[in-house]
């Protein structure tokens, strides 16, 4: 590497370490898979910014890939796809950032020029190979990094990108989110979820959260949800019509997929959006058709967000209108325990890697 290349740091007497430690898959599995091993330090592009990872965000797009389902990454595998670190060393075209900056990243590749701002790869899921963030050194394009907000820990920071352009993109984009409407939302306690009912606030809408223990709903009261739900010991259909009658809620978060999807349409009001950005219970939903055309209900789809969308919700993170919400943060070298609690549905909030 020759200075011409790069502008490098003053980390490591200004050059990387060639090897760094990382978060790898080699083949597809269960937690075997994911292996702590020493794997080349990447090297940057004209265009490209190496950041030394201070946190990392595991979201659940890191237990598709480990299954290699709903769709195959290339192989070997880096996981995750959101991080908070300082930059270390530029490519010789880089004008945004500079060496020493601290930095997030948005992960949606391209993060601008693609059709209407539209993201079609997740940098750190189908990016690879070899490219994400669970490792001591991340490799990405100038143009997918943030300032991190001076009010967050690096554990804050990594718990967002992810997580908040897609909640950003879902209700505000997408579900054109006005003050008044009552807003359900699955999964409110997780990393999404959690976002989701801050957004509403942010919006004077009224989030109904949905979760599956009482310590889970605690958590999301505490957030701001106006009404609570326990999925499992309470009749959904019926605590919704207690809140809003027959006539149904505005706008559903839907988001676990093939076990929600028929509560979503038949939950909605007349005219309502159901807006559904994941399938973490399964992709092959059997609906109902004519809850959508009778009540001529609204099925929009909506994934991740553009770099616009970040910097916009950020904004409100700076303020401290919206907080990260952290459950637990785990050695990097333990990523495989940080998949199982988010397979399991054990999180309450993010769960953030650290190397």
């Known amino acids: ?61 890191d237990v598709w890939a480990r299954r290699g389902t709903p769709l195959q990454v290339a192989l070997p595998h880096i996981f995750g796809s959101d991080f908070a670190g300082i930059v270390r060393e530029i490519g010789s075209a880089v004008k945004k950032v500079k060496v020493g900056d601290e930095v997030l990243n948005h992960c949606g590749i391209p993060a601008m020029g693609s059709p209407e701002g539209q993201e079609h790869i997740i940098w750190g899921f189908d990016s690879g190979p070899m490219e994400g963030s669970h490792a001591q050194f991340a490799k990405i394009h100038q143009d997918n990094l943030l300032p991190k907000p001076k009010n967050l820990s690096w554990e804050e920071a990594a718990s967002l990108p992810l997580v908040l352009v897609t909640v950003w993109r879902q209700l505000v984009t997408k579900g054109g989110i006005r003050p008044g409407d009552f807003v359900l939302i699955w ?47 309470q009749d959904l259909h019926e605590e919704v019509r207690k809140i809003v009658g027959r006539r149904g809620v505005d706008i559903v978060f839907e988001h676990p997929g093939q076990a929600t999807i028929n509560s979503s349409l038949r939950l909605t009001k007349w005219g309502g959006k159901v807006v559904i950005s994941g399938a973490t219970s399964g992709y092959e939903g059997t609906i109902d058709l004519r809850h959508i055309f009778f009540r001529q209900v609204q099925l929009i789809g909506s994934t991740l967000g553009t770099v616009d969308e970040l910097r ?44």
């Open 187 to 233: 999964g409110a306690a997780g990393g999404i979820g959690s976002m989701a009912i801050q957004v509403c606030k942010v919006f004077r809408a009224r989030p109904i959260a949905i979760a599956s223990s009482d310590e889970k709903l605690a958590m999301c009261k505490e957030l701001g949800a106006e009404f609570v739900i326990n999925r499992k010991t």
């Open 1 to 61: 590497m020759t200075q011409a290349q790069t502008r490098t740091g003053a980390a490591t007497n200004g050059r990387l370490p060639e090897t760094m430690m990382a978060a790898v898959m080699e083949a597809y599995g269960g937690a075997e898979a994911v292996l702590w091993k020493e794997v080349p330090t990447p090297k940057p592009g004209p265009n490209d910014v190496i950041v030394e990872v201070k946190a990392a965000g595991s979201n659940y797009n």
């Open 312 to 355: 916009q919700a950020m904004k409100m993170v700076e303020a401290g209108v919206i907080k990260p919400t952290v459950h637990k943060v785990i050695p990097m070298s333990k990523a495989a325990e940080a998949y199982r609690v988010l397979e399991e549905d054990e999180a309450i909030g993010k769960v953030v890697l650290v190397p």
